[in-house]
């Protein structure tokens, strides 16, 4: 197989938040309700630039990367119109880098900080050990999103990420907080919540979150915290590494049980209204008035997937959908499958009586994806190996290989996903 070289990029933008100007924004759940948010005057110096690979098609074979060099895929000469501050968007199944704007840009979180947050309580509590909310834990349910706990409630750390994540509870980010402090040997209740932001920033650095620090559990706005739209890919990559996170940050609604004196369940409804939209599957909002409008969102294309990331929005799920239709103009996510994906392939496998054995999901840009050819090798000798492997199949753009996967005699392999 032919290896295509693609080159690394490193995106970078100097630092501009700018002051706020006068806006509107949709309710969020653990920051401030009501209030206007800003863009940066500097957004137009916007630098966005995707460096084209060396041949435009997807490397086979890709090692894994540290979300620090994801490589650039191809070069588009036109560019989504957005309103936000920084925006990204990367196919973290085939490691490529789609598009980049001000990716390295710190700007304030807001409450996508929470995707650290509950990756910091999945390291060091159990999901069914329970915790009891203190005095502490609460937040002004006037001014900030909450669970409408009250003290001496007991819910399981699954319960309390539930509420973090999908409803973006400050009540749920401080009872967490404190509970993971203690459980790391901080002796008081302030102390606990140091403690646990301490681990936060530990956890960000270990991540490869270079240019992010946090001051909170909630992602409230606090002088010198900011994370960037490349360190919230990353961390949302790792997030979609705990089954527990990645069942809870798909979930439109939830219910989650509460002992003690007042026992109840409570609903919670998730802030992310893109879950509604076929192949959406997470992430997480935020808004306050130094973040503006933020939004990670996670979206099937074919088996990948592809995580998109806007920060300091005017309209997040505007300027996400806008990302989303800018990829699927100069993109194609192309699944070879063995139930079926790229129809021309299916219909020669059919013809042999051959199969695939697995998966996989292509991405190619619209050109390439127009040139592609397929290529069946059979026989070759192999037809007495253990499962009837009966040849290759090889897809091509413009002589080079992009993929290659054995093929199996449909009546004797039952092929798996």
């Known amino acids: 197989m032919l290896s295509l070289a693609l080159v690394l990029v490193a995106l970078c933008a100097a630092l501009s938040p700018g002051w706020p100007r006068t806006g509107s924004a949709a309710t969020e759940v653990v920051e401030p309700l009501d209030f206007p948010f800003a863009r940066s005057p500097a957004l137009a110096l916007s630098t966005s630039a995707i460096v084209p690979p060396a041949s435009g098609l997807q490397q086979a074979g890709a090692q894994p990367t540290d979300g620090r060099s994801w490589r650039a895929f ?33 700007l ?57 994540l999908v409803a ?50 909630d992602g409230r706005d606090m002088p010198g915290q900011v994370v960037t739209a490349r360190d919230l890919a990353i961390a949302t990559d790792a997030l979609f590494r705990v089954p527990a996170l990645e069942r809870i940050v798909s979930l439109p609604l939830a219910t989650v049980p509460v002992e003690g004196p007042n026992g109840r369940e409570i609903t919670v409804y ?11 599957h997470g992430v997480k909002t935020g808004t306050t008035l130094a973040a503006g409008q933020c939004l990670v969102a996670a979206v099937w294309r074919g088996d990948a997937r592809v995580v998109t990331v806007v920060l300091g929005s005017q309209d997040r799920y505007a300027d996400t959908q806008a990302l989303l239709d800018w990829l699927d103009r100069h993109f194609t996510w192309l699944r070879v499958a063995p139930d079926r994906g790229y129809e021309p392939l299916d219909v020669a496998l059919r013809e042999r009586g051959l199969t695939l054995a697995t998966s996989r999901t ?40 992009v993929l290659q996967l054995p093929l199996y005699a449909a009546d004797r392999f039952a092929p798996t996903s």
Do not use: C
């Open 74 to 106: 191809a070069s588009v000469p036109e560019l989504p119109r957005l309103t936000a501050k920084a925006a990204l968007a990367v196919d973290l199944t085939n490691e490529a880098l789609l598009y980049a704007d001000h990716a390295d840009n710190p």
């Open 108 to 164: 304030p979180p807001a409450s996508t900080t929470k995707i650290v947050t509950a990756l910091v309580v999945a390291r060091w509590l159990d999901l069914d050990e329970v915790v009891e909310v203190e005095a502490g834990d609460l937040v002004d349910p006037t001014v900030y999103a909450n669970m409408g706990l009250v003290p001496g409630d007991r819910l399981s750390v699954e319960g309390l990420l539930t509420g973090l």
């Open 168 to 217: 973006s509870a400050g009540d749920a980010a401080n009872a967490l907080a404190r509970a993971t402090g203690q459980r790391l040997g901080a002796p008081t209740e302030a102390a606990a919540r140091q403690r646990f932001v301490a681990e936060m920033n530990r956890l960000a650095r270990e991540l490869g979150l270079r240019n992010s620090w946090f001051v909170t559990a």
């Open 270 to 280: 998730s802030t992310n209204q893109m879950l509604t939209l076929p192949g959406v």
């Open 362 to 401: 292509l991405l190619l840009s619209r050109e390439d994806a127009a040139a592609l050819e397929v290529r069946l090798e059979e026989g070759a000798g192999q037809a007495e190996t253990a499962r009837q492997q009966r040849g290759t199949v090889v897809l091509l753009v413009r002589g080079q290989e």
